[in-house]
């Protein structure tokens, strides 16, 4: 199996990280076409690749590849920053990594719109607070339904929970298969690509690093 290995720090320009947040802390700002447009445009597609439109099986896939389009992109519909709004301080003096491994998810290559296909590996050191362990896996899934490349979505989750729960650091690492590299183009299938994003103290702390990649090793094991 190849691995390609990227790291991907935050910006460390003042005025590129609050452009940067402001991006990806509202929900997108979308001109939806009405649904008459959105199963006119199926039609083409399925017409351009030669296909029979009025045939019985490709009568409903219109309406069907809308809805979904609808659920498969409803990131765009919900805002990452809300889901860590609720924190708890009741943690009894615990100060130390939380860390959720294996967070499945499916997203969608912004170059050829296939799909992408993952696990996402979040961890942060807390400074006073806690957010529920849901409101995690809940950010990964709303970045990854939404047109990605597997770079910024793994930077976007760090940043949102770094500038949100303001952990003393987050640590993301996600690992993904791209159909656009196994059905199209090089076709080389099971090539894994891992990117990996530091804040705060996981940045600046290589044995904080250490500890965070020891510990998703030891579990994959």
Same mark, same amino acid.
């Given at each position: 199996?190849?691995?390609?290995? %990227?790291?991907?720090?935050?910006? &460390?320009?003042?005025?590129?990280?609050?452009?940067?947040?402001?991006?990806?802390?509202? %929900?997108?700002?979308?001109?939806?076409?009405?649904?008459?447009?959105?199963?006119?445009?199926?039609?083409?597609?399925?017409?351009?690749?030669?296909?029979?439109?009025?045939?019985?099986?490709?009568?409903?896939?219109?309406?069907?590849?809308?809805?979904?389009?609808?659920?498969?992109?409803?990131?765009?519909?919900?805002?990452?920053?809300?889901?860590?709004?609720?924190?708890?301080?009741?943690?009894?003096?615990?100060?130390?990594?939380?860390?959720?491994?294996?967070?499945?998810?499916?997203?969608?290559?912004?170059?050829?719109?296939?799909?992408?296909?993952?696990? &996402?590996?979040?961890?942060?050191?807390?400074?006073? %607070?806690?957010?529920?362990?849901?409101?995690?896996?809940?950010?990964?899934?709303?970045?990854?339904?939404?047109?990605?490349?597997?770079?910024?979505?793994?930077?976007?989750?760090?940043?949102?929970?770094?500038?949100?729960?303001?952990?003393?650091?987050? &640590?993301?690492?996600?690992? &993904?298969?791209?159909?656009?590299?196994?059905?199209?183009?090089?076709?080389?299938?099971?090539?894994?690509?891992?990117?990996?994003?530091?804040?705060?103290?996981?940045?600046?702390?290589?044995?904080?690093?250490?500890?965070?990649?020891?510990?998703?090793?030891?579990?994959?094991?």
């Amino acid at each position: 199996m190849d691995a390609v290995i %990227k790291n991907f720090p935050p910006h &460390a320009e003042k005025g590129e990280k609050i452009a940067e947040t402001k991006s990806y802390m509202d %929900k997108p700002a979308t001109d939806r076409p009405s649904q008459e447009e959105v199963e006119n445009a199926v039609r083409t597609l399925l017409r351009w690749t030669g296909d029979d439109i009025a045939r019985e099986g490709l009568i409903e896939t219109p309406k069907r590849v809308a809805k979904a389009y609808r659920e498969m992109f409803s990131g765009y519909d919900q805002c990452p920053a809300e889901e860590l709004g609720r924190t708890f301080e009741e943690v009894q003096g615990y100060n130390d990594m939380v860390l959720i491994k294996d967070i499945s998810f499916h997203s969608h290559c912004e170059h050829h719109m296939v799909p992408i296909i993952g696990k &996402a590996h979040v961890a942060y050191l807390p400074d006073g %607070k806690v957010v529920g362990l849901s409101k995690i896996a809940r950010v990964v899934d709303i970045f990854a339904r939404r047109l990605q490349t597997q770079e910024a979505m793994t930077a976007q989750i760090a940043h949102v929970i770094q500038d949100v729960l303001k952990p003393r650091g987050v &640590a993301v690492l996600v690992e &993904a298969e791209h159909m656009c590299m196994a059905m199209r183009g090089i076709r080389k299938q099971g090539s894994v690509t891992l990117t990996t994003t530091f804040t705060g103290a996981y940045r600046e702390d290589l044995q904080e690093q250490a500890r965070f990649m020891t510990m998703l090793r030891d579990n994959h094991r």
